[in-house]
């Protein structure tokens, strides 16, 4: 259908301004449509022919790949499965040493000469930098790195002693992402251009994005991509993607109003769509920064952190008496998050008062012991990876339990323990959700369906909130490979954005803009 793309309603309410959707570059009728979902905990990819959506194995035994990208000493990278899997076996339970980092060395003395009348060498004393370096580390992992894309803090990481920019570790997964799809297209040899074409997904707001924040992510991914050898890119929103490759597959979907939910793990992004026969308007958008990371993190302050020390008085001698605090466990707590720089706590001005807080000998220092040691023994991957898959277990049982005997650790969490302690954060998704509507102007009696999708909406809570709002209308569609398969589609169909230069990408951040696509059977 015509849509006049000069009357754009700049407002914040949902406008009936339609924008003509121009096709990009990539004509449906020349190749298979191609997209990648690069996710902040996992990535997918799938193909589109026209009639079929094929998911690409990226991995030995999945579809799906873990977003993580591992380099070792030797600057030799493993991404995937294998990255984590290196990591492991490398990293976790040696024990970290650090030292301060020497940056040079200045004369202390000008020489002098000797008794045969010859200088002698000049003294010389090395110059010790603030930082601190772990010598027998071998390798360092990275993941959640699409969190960092939208902001200016994070441009470059430290890599032993080489900057990376977060280009440089997205484009080795993307690569071999690249190698798969190629051995999934049809025929045995495939023209040298045929998998240089992809649709990206992005979600509706970065996190941690400022007024630019979005563009400078979206560059960032484009540029990356364009590493790995994907010269043809368009641009797709990543929860109106899985809402495509839903209605792909259930083309009886006429004539309703659809909310499409898709709660990953670094962000919540939603969308509501008002499909016209095979058509669908995009009527509003919304995204946060919330997703499964942030619930791992939660679960480590309320459930491993008093476990660790936290909470617990210190007795010391002063000058003239005896003092009693709180144990500083503040300055150990963003490091012990933040798992792969929890390395840094391997110094004195940490572990000292450990070891003192430990010689107490009360009931409360098996706690700091368990502190002291996970730290020596670099085990803060093995706490974070522990959370997750006690979060995997209560979407499906009652109970479920934390064994790490490590450290002396053992605890169960009940489903309803663990839904009292994300309070908060279901109480932010269900804003999200509120929000949306009102943006939209519209009330829950007006949505027919609802999509979820995204592996943080396989939460029993999640799944009761949407339920309540919107009984008997909530449908999942596959959690983990929802977006790749829409992103292909609209590849293929030419639905996607046609660049950065053009410009167009903004519209889907705008609301106020509705969008209207087509699906083709």
């Given at each position: 259908h015509p849509i006049d793309s000069e009357n754009r309603d700049p407002g914040n309410s949902a406008s009936t301004a339609r924008r003509r959707r121009e096709p990009s570059s990539h004509s449906a009728s020349t190749s298979p449509g191609i997209g990648i979902d690069y996710g902040t905990s996992n990535s997918a990819a799938a193909i589109f022919d026209g009639s079929d959506i094929h998911l690409v194995q990226l991995e030995s035994d999945a579809v799906v790949m873990p977003s993580a990208t591992y380099i070792d000493r030797n600057y030799r990278i493993k991404t995937g499965q294998a990255a984590i899997n290196q990591y492991i076996a490398d990293n976790v339970g040696r024990t970290v040493e650090l030292s301060a980092e020497v940056i040079g060395e200045v004369r202390t003395s000008t020489g002098q000469l000797g008794e045969h009348g010859l200088p002698e060498e000049a003294s010389t004393q090395k110059v010790y930098g603030k930082s601190f370096v772990d010598g027998g580390q071998q390798g360092r992992l990275f993941r959640?790195?699409?969190?960092?894309?939208?902001?200016?803090?994070?441009?470059?990481?430290?890599?032993?002693?080489?900057?990376?920019?977060?280009?440089?570790?997205?484009?080795?997964?993307?690569?071999?992402?690249?190698?798969?799809?190629?051995?999934?297209?049809?025929?045995?040899?495939p023209q040298p251009d045929s998998s240089g074409h992809v649709c990206i997904g992005h979600p509706v707001n970065f996190e941690a994005s400022n007024a630019d924040g979005n563009s400078r992510a979206l560059s960032l991914l484009s540029e990356a991509y364009r590493y790995a050898k994907f010269k043809r890119q368009s641009f797709y929103p990543e929860p109106i993607a899985a809402a495509l490759s839903y209605l792909f597959a259930h083309p009886n979907c006429a004539q309703q109003t659809i909310l499409a939910v898709d709660f990953g793990g670094g962000t919540l992004d939603l969308c509501i769509l008002n499909c016209i026969g095979m058509e669908f308007d995009v009527v509003a958008t919304h995204g946060i920064a919330l997703g499964g990371d942030q619930i791992d993190q939660l679960l480590f302050r309320e459930l491993l952190f008093p476990l660790l020390g936290k909470g617990e008085m210190w007795r010391r001698a002063g000058e003239d008496r005896e003092i009693e605090t709180l144990f500083p466990f503040e300055e150990y707590e963003e490091f012990l998050l933040n798992w792969a720089v929890s390395y840094m706590l391997n110094q004195n001005k940490f572990t000292t008062p450990l070891m003192q807080r430990i010689e107490i000998g009360d009931a409360a220092s098996k706690n700091f012991r368990r502190l002291y040691d996970l730290i020596k023994n670099n085990f803060s991957y093995l706490l974070i990876q522990s959370l997750k898959d006690l979060k995997a277990e209560l979407s499906t049982q009652q109970i479920a339990s934390i064994d790490i005997p490590e450290l002396?650790?053992?605890?169960?969490?009940?489903?309803?323990?663990?839904?009292?302690?994300?309070?908060?954060?279901?109480?932010?998704?269900?804003?999200?959700?509120?929000?949306?509507?009102?943006?939209?102007?519209?009330?829950?009696?007006?949505?027919?369906?609802?999509?979820?999708?995204?592996?943080?909406?396989?939460?029993?809570?999640?799944?009761?909130?949407?339920?309540?709002?919107?009984?008997?209308?909530?449908?999942?569609?596959?959690?983990?490979?929802?977006?790749?398969?829409?992103?292909?589609?609209?590849?293929?169909?030419?639905?996607?954005?046609?660049?950065?230069?053009?410009?167009?990408?903004?519209?889907?951040?705008?609301?106020?803009?509705?969008?209207?696509?087509?699906?083709?059977?």
């Amino acid at each position: 259908h015509p849509i006049d793309s000069e009357n754009r309603d700049p407002g914040n309410s949902a406008s009936t301004a339609r924008r003509r959707r121009e096709p990009s570059s990539h004509s449906a009728s020349t190749s298979p449509g191609i997209g990648i979902d690069y996710g902040t905990s996992n990535s997918a990819a799938a193909i589109f022919d026209g009639s079929d959506i094929h998911l690409v194995q990226l991995e030995s035994d999945a579809v799906v790949m873990p977003s993580a990208t591992y380099i070792d000493r030797n600057y030799r990278i493993k991404t995937g499965q294998a990255a984590i899997n290196q990591y492991i076996a490398d990293n976790v339970g040696r024990t970290v040493e650090l030292s301060a980092e020497v940056i040079g060395e200045v004369r202390t003395s000008t020489g002098q000469l000797g008794e045969h009348g010859l200088p002698e060498e000049a003294s010389t004393q090395k110059v010790y930098g603030k930082s601190f370096v772990d010598g027998g580390q071998q390798g360092r992992l990275f993941r959640g790195i699409k969190r960092l894309l939208g902001s200016n803090e994070y441009r470059r990481l430290m890599v032993f002693d080489r900057p990376f920019r977060l280009v440089d570790l997205i484009t080795p997964l993307l690569a071999r992402i690249k190698t798969s799809i190629e051995s999934r297209l049809p025929g045995s040899s495939p023209q040298p251009d045929s998998s240089g074409h992809v649709c990206i997904g992005h979600p509706v707001n970065f996190e941690a994005s400022n007024a630019d924040g979005n563009s400078r992510a979206l560059s960032l991914l484009s540029e990356a991509y364009r590493y790995a050898k994907f010269k043809r890119q368009s641009f797709y929103p990543e929860p109106i993607a899985a809402a495509l490759s839903y209605l792909f597959a259930h083309p009886n979907c006429a004539q309703q109003t659809i909310l499409a939910v898709d709660f990953g793990g670094g962000t919540l992004d939603l969308c509501i769509l008002n499909c016209i026969g095979m058509e669908f308007d995009v009527v509003a958008t919304h995204g946060i920064a919330l997703g499964g990371d942030q619930i791992d993190q939660l679960l480590f302050r309320e459930l491993l952190f008093p476990l660790l020390g936290k909470g617990e008085m210190w007795r010391r001698a002063g000058e003239d008496r005896e003092i009693e605090t709180l144990f500083p466990f503040e300055e150990y707590e963003e490091f012990l998050l933040n798992w792969a720089v929890s390395y840094m706590l391997n110094q004195n001005k940490f572990t000292t008062p450990l070891m003192q807080r430990i010689e107490i000998g009360d009931a409360a220092s098996k706690n700091f012991r368990r502190l002291y040691d996970l730290i020596k023994n670099n085990f803060s991957y093995l706490l974070i990876q522990s959370l997750k898959d006690l979060k995997a277990e209560l979407s499906t049982q009652q109970i479920a339990s934390i064994d790490i005997p490590e450290l002396d650790i053992e605890l169960s969490v009940t489903r309803a323990q663990f839904e009292q302690l994300i309070g908060g954060i279901l109480e932010k998704f269900q804003g999200a959700i509120t929000h949306l509507l009102t943006q939209a102007n519209m009330t829950a009696g007006d949505i027919q369906l609802v999509i979820r999708t995204g592996g943080s909406s396989l939460i029993p809570a999640v799944k009761r909130i949407l339920e309540n709002q919107f009984p008997g209308k909530v449908v999942e569609h596959d959690p983990f490979t929802s977006v790749a398969a829409g992103l292909a589609i609209a590849e293929f169909q030419g639905l996607g954005n046609c660049g950065l230069s053009s410009g167009c990408i903004s519209i889907y951040n705008n609301p106020s803009v509705p969008i209207r696509e087509r699906v083709r059977p």
